[in-house]
């Protein structure tokens, strides 16, 4: 069973830069695709960015293409490793809480999901 803890969210002003991190444990997290999603209020979830599991792969919303990267630790023979998203340039409408994302495919629906870290982007 994996779990996917994010931190590093938090509040900065526009233009600023925050760095999340996506702390996973268990046996299979070489094995997995990995992605970040948003939710900010009174909307639904969207995709922010993924990556795949050699970490070789990546993609991204537009809305973040140019401001953000994704990156992954694939370190082996350990239960713990992390994903990372640093996004920069961050704007008022990148306010939401973000949410790490695991599945065992490169394609198809994320089954598992972090807790989310709050982003707060102030003008």
């Known amino acids: 069973q994996v779990q996917l803890v994010e931190s590093g969210g938090g509040l900065v002003q526009a233009g600023g830069s925050l760095r999340l991190s996506c702390e996973t444990s268990?046996?299979?997290?070489?094995?997995?695709?990995m992605g970040w999603f948003r939710q900010a209020p009174g909307k639904e979830r969207e995709f922010v960015s993924s990556i795949s599991r050699s970490g070789e792969s990546t993609q991204y919303a537009d809305f973040v293409k140019g401001r953000a990267a994704v990156s992954r630790d694939n370190f082996k023979n350990t239960f713990k490793n992390t994903m990372y998203l640093q996004m920069n340039n961050l704007r008022p409408e990148d306010t939401a809480v973000y949410y790490c994302?695991?599945?065992?495919?490169?394609?198809?629906?994320?089954?598992?999901w972090g807790q989310g870290t709050q982003v707060t982007v102030s003008s």
């Open positions: 268990g046996r299979t997290y070489n094995s997995l695709a």
């Open positions: 994302a695991a599945r065992t495919g490169e394609i198809g629906p994320f089954g598992t």
